[in-house]
């Protein structure tokens, strides 16, 4: 079946490095992926997204890589925080049986920022 | 500024109750989602409503049922709780542009004990 995952549970970073965070997918017709950030105790929040039309796209401090061949995407994260600590997901837009569209997440992936 | 509103934040229930999570969103989106979380699992989509009255299937519907009487609500039901639906509930909503999906946004989440 369709499935979108992530490859490590957890990463440790130290302060001030660059963190990737790697995630990949099986659909090969998904076309728009969002990166979303979930600090303890509160819901999902948006990072950044990108379509299949493109390669990569970059936010503040962020970076989002799309690679179709492999069916792989990254959020790389420059110069990290303390407030970067969180858990990531990737998701991806899948069709359901009735022809709507539906978000799909991967397991997440825990970052620790080390001071 | 909150825009997805979840009613209880902590929810303590015994195993046979009809337990009802709410959500309610002032974005006035026409799509809202009822997603679980679990440790190692991610999140999982269990129903979703992409229009007043209208509501389809997720990946895992077993033992849940929902209600979308108007736009702005979407109701979670169980209607028999176990001690297997003890979980993270997050609510969603997303609006149309362009014929997609966009704009998904979380609320805090519902944490349920079911004992």
């Known amino acids: 079946g369709e499935s979108v995952g992530l490859h490590l549970p957890t990463l440790s970073v130290q302060e001030g490095d660059n963190s990737i965070i790697n995630c990949a997918y099986s659909?090969?017709?998904?076309?728009?992926f969002i990166w979303y950030k979930q600090e303890s105790g509160k819901g999902p929040q948006f990072i950044i997204d990108i379509r299949s039309n493109m390669d990569k796209r970059q936010g503040q401090r962020v970076t989002v890589l799309l690679n179709k061949t492999v069916k792989h995407l990254s959020l790389q994260i420059a110069a990290t925080q303390p407030g970067d600590s969180a858990v990531y997901f990737c998701a991806e837009i899948g069709i359901s049986n009735f022809g709507n569209e539906k978000l799909t997440f991967g397991t997440g992936t825990r970052l620790t920022i080390i001071p | 500024d909150v825009k997805v509103t979840q009613s209880s934040r902590y929810l303590v229930k015994r195993t046979g109750e009809k337990v009802f999570l709410e959500c309610v969103q002032d974005?006035?989106?026409?799509?809202m989602f009822w997603y679980r979380q679990d440790p190692g699992l991610g999140l999982r989509l269990i129903y979703f409503?992409?229009?007043?009255?209208?509501?389809e299937k997720g990946d895992i519907p077993e033992g849940y049922s929902v209600s979308r009487e108007k736009k702005e609500r979407f109701s979670l039901i169980l209607e028999s709780a176990s001690t297997n639906q003890t979980s993270m509930y997050l609510c969603?909503?997303?609006?149309?542009?362009?014929?997609?999906?966009?704009?998904?946004?979380f609320g805090s989440g519902t944490r349920l004990t079911v004992v």
């Open positions: 659909n090969s017709a998904s076309d728009y």
């Open positions: 969603a909503s997303s609006t149309i542009r362009a014929g997609r999906n966009y704009g998904y946004t």
């Open positions: 409503s992409y229009d007043v009255k209208m509501k």
């Open positions: 974005m006035d989106h026409e799509n």
